[in-house]
C-alpha cells in the first residue's frame, strides 16, 4: 500500500504538470491563430480549432481516467458512463450543421421578405 | 490510523453498511459511487445541451464577438491582455483538481490530518475561483456595460473608416472581422452630478465625463472617445436613449462600401449565453464548496473513519470536483479559446 500511495502521488503530479503545460500550448495556440504572437500571421483557423479541441479531449481523457480515476474501475462502469456520452458526437455535428443552415437561410429570408413589401402596395391600389 | 490500510479492496466492501444486498457489489464499487458516477454522467449531458446551444447559435450569426478581444482586461493592470485572466482562473482551478487528488489519496491511506489539509487548500482554490469569475462579471456588467439582453461587444463584418467629429472620414479605419466594444455613457449620473454643481461648473463636469471615458476607451485600444451630451444622431456616432454610442463609419469594402453605417450591438444571444453557461459552472463550484467545508467538518470529527470503507466520501466529492474541472475544460474551450 506504502508503494502504492508514492506511486499515485508521482502519476497525480506528472498530470497535474501535463494539464497545466497543455493548457499554456492551447492559450498561445489561441493566440497565435488571432495574430498576437507572430505580428500580422492569422494561422489557418480549421487547422489551430482542430488542435484546440484535440487537446482539450486529451485534457478531459486526463481528468476522467487519472483524477477520477476511471482507469482502475470495472469495465462496465467505464463502458457505462463512457458510451452514453458518444452520443454527443452526433449531436454536435447535427446542432452546428443546423446553425450553419439558419444562417444561409436568413439571407433567403431576407431576401423573400424584400419581395413581399414591394408586391403589397399593388395589391392594395 | 495508518494501521488497517492494508486490507484487501473486498474486506472493505463487505464491512460497507450493505447498501448492495445482493451479496456481490456491481462493478465492483459502493452504491454511492456508482450513483455519482451516473449523476456526473447526468450532469455531462446537461452542459454539453447548453454549450451545444452556444455553438448552433454562433454558427447561425454572421459575426460573433472575438473572445481575446472581449476577455482582454486583467486587474490592476492596464491595457490589453487577451486572455491571460481567464487563463489564469483555469490554473486556479486545475491547482484545486490537484489538491483534491492528494486528499482523496489521503483518505485512502486513512491519514486524516493529510486529507483535512488538502481539503482545506482545495476549498481555497474553490473560493479563489469564485473570486476570479466575479470579477469578471463585474467587469463586464459594470465597466463594458454587457447584460443579458445587450451586447456591446461586435465585430465588423467590413473594412471602413471612422468618422470624426466634423463628420469627416478620420484617420482610423479597420478591417473586416475586426472587434470593437460599445460605449456606453452614464446620463443619469450626469445629472446628478450636475444638479449638485452650480451652472459656472458645468464645464468642469462635462470635462471629467470626458476624462472618464477616454480611460475607458484607453483601456481597450485606442478608439478615439469624447463626451456627448444627449441621446441623438451627432456627425460622428448615434448615442440612443440608454446612452449606449453607435460609432458612424464609411464601408470601405464590399457591396455597401461608401455607405456610412453605424456601430450595432453584437448578437443578443452572446450575455445570455454566457451568463447562463459560466453562472451554472460557478454555481456548481459554489455549491462543491459547499459539499467540500461539510464533509471536511465530518473528516475532522472522524465520521467515516467509522464506516471503514477508506473514506469513500471523500473520493466522492473528489470526483464531483474533478468534474466540475471537467466541464470548465470544455467552457474554456468554447468560450474562451474557439
Known sequence: ?125 | MATDTLDQKHTELSTDNGSWEGGEYPFKVGYGKLMIWYFLLSDAFTFAGFLIAYGTLRFSTPTWPVPDYVFRLFPFLDGSHPLLFVTFMTFVLLFSSFTMIRAVQEGHRENRRGIVIWMFLTILGGLGFLGCQAWEWTTLIGKEHMSLTTNPFGAHTEAGIYLGPDGKQSEESFEAHTSYIIHKMDFSADHEAAGHATEGEHAGTGHATEGEHKEEAGAEGGHGGHAYAAPGDYPDAKVDERGYIHRKYIVASGENAGKVMSENFGPKAFGALFFFITGFHGFHVFSGVLFLLTILVNVMGGVYVARRNRNEMVEKIGLYWHFVDLVWVFVFLVFYLL
Open chain 1, 1 to 125: 500500500m506504502g508503494h502504492d500511495y508514492t506511486g499515485a502521488k508521482k502519476i497525480a503530479l506528472k498530470t497535474i504538470i501535463i494539464l497545466a503545460v497543455v493548457t499554456v500550448v492551447e492559450v498561445l495556440i489561441a493566440l497565435t491563430g488571432k495574430g498576437y504572437i507572430v505580428e500580422g500571421y492569422h494561422a489557418p483557423k480549421l487547422l489551430m480549432n482542430s488542435l484546440m479541441i484535440s487537446m482539450s479531449i486529451y485534457k478531459a481523457y486526463l481528468i476522467v481516467f487519472e483524477f477520477m480515476h476511471m482507469k482502475y474501475e470495472a469495465k462496465g462502469l467505464m463502458m457505462s458512463v463512457l458510451l452514453p456520452v458518444c452520443l454527443l458526437i452526433w449531436a454536435v455535428i447535427a446542432f452546428l450543421y443546423e446553425g450553419n443552415a439558419w444562417k444561409n437561410n436568413r439571407r433567403v429570408v431576407h431576401d423573400r421578405d424584400k419581395i413581399e413589401l414591394t408586391h403589397t402596395p399593388a395589391k392594395t391600389e
